[in-house]
């Protein structure tokens, strides 16, 4: 049993309950009442949404595989590098885009569990 694996699950389930649930009522719904959007670009969007809805929970369950089966440490790998690329990409974005992290905290939130992930995968190996 990896407790940090399984603390990195706990914490990206944390993030895509926080994503599909308050995230849902200020972009989602939102996004879905806009008027002025195309509905192609509109709808592209919602699917996406749901996208990362599905990823979000498949990385919980691969640190959660990984947490509890060591011969399954490649799931956790995964995982960890999927989210330290979300992490990236959150930390990247605001500044680029001229926006304040309290606006856009996306990446903040993997930072946690990328340090769980990889601390993680590096005890899992010795």
Same mark, same amino acid.
């Given at each position: 049993?990896?407790?940090? &694996?399984?603390?990195?699950?706990?914490?990206?389930?944390? $993030? /895509?309950?926080?994503? %599909?649930?308050?995230?849902?009522?200020? !972009?989602?719904?939102?996004? &879905?009442k806009a008027s002025d959007l195309h509905p192609v670009p509109k709808y592209v969007a919602y699917y /996406?949404?749901?996208? *990362? %809805? !599905? *990823? @979000?929970?498949?990385?919980?369950?691969? #640190?959660?595989?990984?947490?509890?089966?060591?011969?399954?440490?490649?799931?956790?790998?995964?995982? %960890? $590098?999927?989210?330290?690329? #979300? /992490?990236? &990409?959150?930390?990247?974005?605001?500044? &680029?885009?001229?926006?304040?992290?309290?606006?856009?905290?996306?990446?903040?939130? #993997? @930072?946690?569990? *990328? @340090?769980l992930g990889g601390l993680g995968i590096l005890g899992g190996v010795s």
């Amino acid at each position: 049993m990896n407790g940090l &694996l399984l603390a990195a699950a706990g914490l990206s389930a944390a $993030v /895509c309950l926080l994503h %599909t649930f308050a995230g849902g009522r200020t !972009i989602a719904v939102p996004l &879905l009442k806009a008027s002025d959007l195309h509905p192609v670009p509109k709808y592209v969007a919602y699917y /996406c949404w749901h996208i *990362v %809805t !599905i *990823v @979000l929970a498949m990385i919980a369950v691969m #640190f959660a595989i990984a947490g509890v089966r060591a011969e399954s440490l490649d799931l956790g790998l995964v995982a %960890t $590098v999927l989210t330290a690329s #979300f /992490c990236l &990409l959150g930390l990247a974005v605001p500044p &680029l885009k001229k926006q304040k992290y309290s606006q856009m905290p996306q990446g903040w939130l #993997f @930072l946690p569990i *990328v @340090l769980l992930g990889g601390l993680g995968i590096l005890g899992g190996v010795s």
